[in-house]
Structures are given as structure tokens and as C-alpha cells.
């Protein structure tokens, strides 16, 4: 019976193993020592010409790590007949992805075939964050890039017209916590949103009301004025938060005062264990930021075991 145990154990230890890529700080030491920096300056040159690259790279970021784990998945072309990620829905948010390439052709001068994709990404939306104003911290590197993007498996990500039981499950699919969902929706303190990605809290919202009633009647009033029914301004919409190019904990604030963007924002407040966290973070600036940070290191951990590779260029496998 030990022996049975015993194995056992060594199969289930096996399997982690391979689920879980240990990732390490220091992964680049002694092949390509200034991969950080190397990276933070293509993210601070596009970010300095265009303010909408931050929020860009941190949703970027994301999008990648909840679909195959964090593999670069997000940044290869379709190719024949295969759609890729970048191609499917909800894909209207995505751009800069000249920010990973620039990143990606520096470190090929220096380091070629060393640093994979998905770390130039992890790497990248740690720097839009801090470039933002937000926190810094080590990011853990070793990632491999994948093979396979299929625009089919943007089904995968969480909708924003999720409630909290449907984002509790998408997020512990992926060894996330209750706390990680809330921390990580703080990523909402950045960027834009377009009218179709809330449309129904302002129009059908329910047989009864037009109007999503936990939004503030005002600002439901203003998101309408913004995306009419018939909205013919292609692109419309509104920024996340009050300061959406500022990584800070309006998101929170705004999100007690009826003033969120999303259903899945505004679920966070239905459950006791996150609304007490929003309260938390609207709090204090702090909390918010050790808890985002912790979350993201989590997050951009979640990898795969299929087989991988080193791209040489980030939108084609090799
Ligand atoms: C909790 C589940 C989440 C849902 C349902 C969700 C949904 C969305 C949607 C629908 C958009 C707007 C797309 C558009 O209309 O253009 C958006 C934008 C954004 N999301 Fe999330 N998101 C979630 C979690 C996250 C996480 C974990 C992060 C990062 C930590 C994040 C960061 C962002 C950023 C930065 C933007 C703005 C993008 C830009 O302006 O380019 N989101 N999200
Ligand atoms: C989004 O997908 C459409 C086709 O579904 C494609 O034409 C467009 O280029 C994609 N956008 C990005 C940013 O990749
Ligand atoms: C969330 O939505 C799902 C699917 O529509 C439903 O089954 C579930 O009961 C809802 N949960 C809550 C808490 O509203």
C-alpha cells in the first residue's frame, strides 16, 4: 500500500510539475542580462507617444494569460485557415502590438532566440502599469511560447456581462481567488470601453427597466447620451475610470458610487467577500496596489504544458 501511495504522490507531483513552469526573477541572468530594461525602453518610447499604449499592453497581458495560459497566444497572425485570437471576438481592444515587436527585435540584436514572447508581454504590462503611476515589482520570467491560437477559444475569456458566480468560476478555472478578481478588475483603472461592450445596462436592460437601476441615474443617463440605440459613431464609448490613464483606485470609487462601467464591475459588489474588498481598496491606495501586484504575478504564473518554443518573431511560430 505505501508503495502504492508512494507512487502515487510521485505521479501527482509529476503532473504539477509540468503545469506549473517554475518561473524565476533572475530566468535571463546569464543569457540576456538587461532583458528589462531592454523592454521598459520600447514601453516608455510608445507610451510617451501614444497614451492609450498602457491600458493596451495590461489588457494585452490578460487576454493572453487566460486563453492557454500566458504563451503569447494572443500575438500570432491567423494563418490560412486558421483564425487566431487576435482575429476573433472580443478582439476591438487590442493594440501595440508594434510595442512587443520593437521589444522582440532589440532583444534578438543582443540575445537572439533567448527571451520568449509571452515574457516580453508579462514584462511589458508590468511596465504600463508602473509608466502609469501604478506599483513595480520583479516579474517572474522562464515562459515559452505557444504554438496555437484559435479565435474560437476567445470564448474562453470572462464577458462583461458576467455576474459574480459566473467570474468566481472562470477565475478559479484558472487558480484564481475571489481577492485576485477583485484586485485584478483594478485593471479597469486604465483604458476605454466601447458602447457594445456595455450596451445592456443602458438599453433592455431588464423587461421592466431600460436602465441598469444599480447604475447611478446620472451617469446611466450619460453613458446612453454616449452610445444611442442607434449609435452611428463608430468607436464610441468612454474611458474605464475618472483617470484612465492613472493607475490608481478611482476604479473602486467609482465603482461604490454606482459609477462602473461593466456588469461584471458592478457584480463585484454582490458578494460579500469582494464587496468587502472593493471597500478595501477604494480605502486605501496601498492595499490595492499589494493586492493587484501579488494577483498579477499570479495571473501571468498560469501556464500550459502543450509544446512550446523561443518565437524568433512574436506573430508567427517558428
Ligand atoms: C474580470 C473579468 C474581466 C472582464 C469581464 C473584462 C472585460 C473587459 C472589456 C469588455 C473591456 C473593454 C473592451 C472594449 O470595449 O474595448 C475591457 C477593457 C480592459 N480591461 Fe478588462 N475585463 C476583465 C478583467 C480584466 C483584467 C484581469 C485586466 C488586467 C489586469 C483587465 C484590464 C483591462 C484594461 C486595461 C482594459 C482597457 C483596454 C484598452 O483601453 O485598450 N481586465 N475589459
Ligand atoms: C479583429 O478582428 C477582425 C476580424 O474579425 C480583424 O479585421 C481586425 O484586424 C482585428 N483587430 C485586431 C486589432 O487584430
Ligand atoms: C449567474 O448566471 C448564471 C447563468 O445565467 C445563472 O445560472 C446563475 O444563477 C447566476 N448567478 C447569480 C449569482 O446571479
Not at 16 to 30: D, F, K, M, Q
Not at 39 to 45: D, E, G, Q
Amino acid at each position: 500500500m505505501a508503495g502504492i501511495a508512494t507512487v502515487m504522490m510521485f505521479i501527482t507531483t509529476l503532473h504539477l510539475a509540468s503545469l506549473v513552469r517554475a518561473l524565476n526573477v533572475n530566468y535571463y541572468e546569464n543569457t540576456c542580462p538587461h532583458v528589462d530594461s531592454i523592454v521598459a525602453a520600447s514601453v516608455h518610447k510608445a507610451t510617451m507617444n501614444d497614451k492609450t499604449v498602457a491600458a493596451a499592453l495590461l489588457r494585452m497581458h490578460f487576454h493572453d494569460c487566460f486563453i492557454r495560459g500566458c504563451d503569447a497566444s494572443v500575438l500570432l497572425e491567423s494563418k490560412g485557415k486558421t483564425i487566431a485570437e487576435k482575429d476573433g471576438p472580443p478582439n476591438i481592444s487590442l493594440h501595440a502590438f508594434y510595442v512587443i515587436d520593437n521589444a522582440k527585435k532589440a532583444l534578438e540584436e543582443v540575445c537572439p532566440g533567448v527571451v520568449s514572447c509571452a515574457d516580453i508581454l508579462a514584462l511589458a504590462a508590468r511596465d504600463a502599469v508602473t509608466l502609469s503611476g501604478g506599483p513595480t515589482w520583479d516579474v517572474p520570467k522562464g515562459r515559452k511560447d505557444g504554438r496555437i491560437s484559435m479565435a474560437t477559444e476567445t470564448r474562453q475569456l470572462p464577458a462583461p456581462t458576467f455576474n459574480i458566480s459566473q467570474l468566481q468560476q472562470s477565475f478559479s478555472q484558472r487558480g484564481l481567488s475571489l481577492e485576485d478578481l477583485v484586485a485584478l478588475s483594478g485593471g479597469h483603472t486604465l483604458g476605454f470601453a466601447h458602447c457594445s461592450s456595455f450596451q445592456n445596462r443602458i438599453h433592455r436592460f431588464s423587461p421592466k427597466q431600460d436602465i441598469d437601476p444599480s447604475l447611478n441615474p446620472s451617469f446611466g443617463s450619460r453613458l446612453r447620451s454616449i452610445c444611442p440605440s442607434h449609435n452611428k459613431v463608430k468607436n464610441a464609448g468612454t474611458s474605464l475610470d475618472s483617470s484612465s490613464t492613472l493607475f490608481d483606485n478611482a476604479y473602486y470609487k467609482l465603482l461604490l458610487q454606482g459609477e462602473s462601467i461593466f456588469s461584471s464591475d458592478q457584480a463585484l459588489l454582490t458578494h460579500p467577500t469582494t464587496k468587502a474588498l472593493v471597500s478595501k481598496f477604494a480605502y486605501s491606495q496601498e492595499e490595492f496596489e499589494r493586492a493587484f501586484v501579488k494577483s498579477m504575478i499570479k495571473m501571468s504564473s498560469i501556464t500550459n504544458d502543450g509544446q512550446q518554443q523561443i518565437r524568433l518573431d512574436c506573430k508567427f511560430v517558428r
